[in-house]
């Protein structure tokens, strides 16, 4: 029987080839891609790693803040989990399509610290051009200055979706930076009413394709009155402006999310799963 060659760390020689690969899974892929372009793959500038397996780039991961697999057969992800176990767990998630994601914590698990939770069913959703439902048109970028202002409802979000407070650890500094770091972009977007955020989203990642939209969040107050619906339609429709297709993941146990985001004209083209520590 023949063996898969180890997984090995690609370059900026590799730049044009991963490029293509990743261009013909824009959605899935963005993530990644959006670094990609930016950074190359030399690892300081892209923040991460990228591995291949096979000459033709046949088995393809990212190793950074979030272990992502981007293609590969079962013996290419054997190999990645091979070179993760060797590197050891440095990323706070396991996250990508869920056929790849899944077996690759199969030969993750018994090796890393257990997982405080699997998500092994969040659809990913698309939508190519403008909602099908009218925007909110209270909602808008979210100016630098405005900071203090928007974090609160950030840091609410981040606990309520991912189960853990950012803060832990070195007080918020870093996620206060990662926020920051949006709001100077514009990647983030809300509505105010007085000083207090009843919506917001992200961003998160914006490819020359697709923008990935992360962090809806509706004030616990005023749920249930379409602001989270008509909020994400409003981030539609600047993607839209941007020449962008807009994509978003989502818990298959959230309903409300699933029927919401169908109202505003996204489709299910994937499956992801999200492995967190």
Not at 40 to 63: K, M, T, Y
């Amino acid at each position: 029987m023949l063996r898969t060659a180890g997984a090995r760390l690609l370059d900026d020689r590799d730049r044009a080839g991963v490029r293509a690969l990743l261009e013909n899974d824009p959605v899935a892929a963005c993530m990644v891609a959006a670094r990609v372009e930016v950074a190359g793959l030399d690892p300081w500038r892209l923040g991460g790693e990228l591995w291949a397996v096979g000459s033709r780039l046949d088995g393809l991961c990212f190793s950074g803040a979030n272990l992502v697999p981007l293609r590969g057969e079962r013996s290419a992800l054997r190999a990645f989990a091979d070179r993760a176990r060797r590197h050891g767990r440095g990323c706070s998630s396991l996250v990508g399509r869920a056929e790849l994601v899944l077996p690759l914590w199969d030969d993750l698990a018994g090796h890393w610290t257990p997982a405080r939770e699997i998500r092994a069913d969040q659809p990913l959703m698309a939508l190519a051009g403008l909602p099908a439902i009218a925007a909110d048109p209270y909602v808008r970028p979210v100016r630098p200055d405005e900071l203090e202002r928007y974090l609160p409802a950030a840091i609410a979000m981040f606990t309520e979706e991912v189960g853990v407070d950012p803060r832990l650890g070195d007080g918020g500094a870093g996620y206060r930076s990662r926020v920051a770091e949006l709001l100077a972009a514009g990647r983030a977007f809300a509505r105010f009413e007085g000083d207090q955020v009843v919506f917001k989203a992200e961003i998160g990642a914006l490819s020359s394709q697709v923008g990935q939209i992360q962090g809806v969040w509706v004030h616990p107050e005023r749920r249930g009155h379409g602001l989270g619906t008509a909020g994400t339609a409003a981030v539609v429709e600047r993607l839209a402006a941007m020449g962008r297709v807009s994509s978003l993941y989502v818990n298959d146990f959230n309903h409300v999310a699933k029927a919401a985001y169908r109202r505003i004209g996204f489709t299910q083209i994937a499956s992801f799963a999200t492995v967190l520590f």
